[in-house]
């Protein structure tokens, strides 16, 4: 459970190596999975549910 406050600013953090991926968030690492469906690089995409307010800052996409 991740304990959320309405109109805070969070930082959210994914990182993907290989098949292994890691969800942070404010630095504590809240989500650790294997999944092999994604196998090549590809494209970034972002999505919110219709009834959020949302506002992405700083969004960024690299590379080790």
Not at 32 to 58: C, M, N, Q, Y
Request: aromatic content about 12%.
């Amino acid at each position: 459970e991740m304990p959320l406050e309405q109109g805070r600013w969070y930082t959210v953090t994914f990182q993907m190596a290989g098949d292994r991926i890691e969800g942070f968030l404010d630095g504590k690492k809240y989500l650790e999975v294997v999944d092999g469906a994604i196998s090549s690089p590809g494209r970034v995409g972002l999505w919110t549910k219709v009834d959020a307010a949302t506002h992405f800052d700083e969004f960024a996409v690299s590379s080790p």
